[in-house]
């Protein structure tokens, strides 16, 4: 894919993915909402696996709607970050912006599809909890949205309405946590640079032609 970057011979930070950093509790958590749903999944369950009383486990969160809660806002605050720090890159290239801000929502996705994949999980929050981890994924859409008519004013995309359009990458993006496991055939690099050119596409930018 190409790239361009203030320093080309350092690999950006928001590209690097180490291991994912749970507590045994969260971690037995995500595990557990990943194969009974959260409303299927019980506390006691979760405690089970982490080898602790119920008790135990409440000392350290709430409820099962709080671990939860702390999942979806440890997704949603790295992939927030990735996605403003890949943004800040390039501020003079909106081409190069968009690219970037893709292929960060793309990456964390893939790399971070265990907990992507609990977005949907969100209809069980409580009204508080929602509009708040609701607020959290708007940062993410606003960026998209910032770039996407930033291009559009300086002519380097041309499309009618960048809102839907930032909704339908979004929606795009976002399923690859779904789906996506590490032993299929394409890496989370392949897959970005995939997604990154029908992102081009969508905006009338034509990636074969331009990149």
């Known amino acids: 894919m190409a790239r361009a970057s203030a320093d080309p011979g ?17 971690d037995a ?8 749903g959260f409303h299927g999944a019980t506390v006691r369950q979760i405690a089970r696996r982490v080898g602790m009383t119920v008790p135990a486990l409440y000392y350290h969160h709430e409820n099962k709607e709080g671990l939860l809660v702390a999942l979806l806002e440890l997704g949603t605050g790295e992939v927030a970050w990735r996605v403003r720090t890949a943004a800040d890159e390039h501020p003079d290239s909106p081409r190069e912006q968009f690219v970037s801000v893709i292929e ?5 996705m893939a790399y971070r599809f265990r ?12 009204p508080g909890n929602r509009r708040r981890y609701g607020a959290r ?19 380097v995309f041309a499309l009618a309405d960048p809102v839907e359009t930032s909704r339908a990458l979004l929606g ?32 009338g930018a034509h990636p074969r032609l331009q990149r």
């Open 10 to 26: 350092v690999e950006s930070e928001w590209r690097e993915f180490g291991p994912l950093e749970l507590t045994p509790i969260l």
């Open 29 to 36: 958590a995500l595990d557990e909402f990943r194969e009974s």
């Open 104 to 108: 960060a929502i793309v990456l964390h």
């Open 115 to 126: 907990l992507a994949a609990l977005d949907g999980e969100m209809r069980y929050l409580s």
């Open 137 to 155: 994924r708007k940062d993410v859409e606003n960026v998209l949205t910032e770039v996407i008519e930033n291009g559009v004013e300086k002519g």
């Open 172 to 203: 795009m993006c976002q399923s690859v946590g779904r789906w996506y496991h590490p032993d299929g055939p394409l890496s989370p690099e392949e897959l970005a640079e995939r997604y990154v050119d029908i992102a081009l596409m969508t905006v």
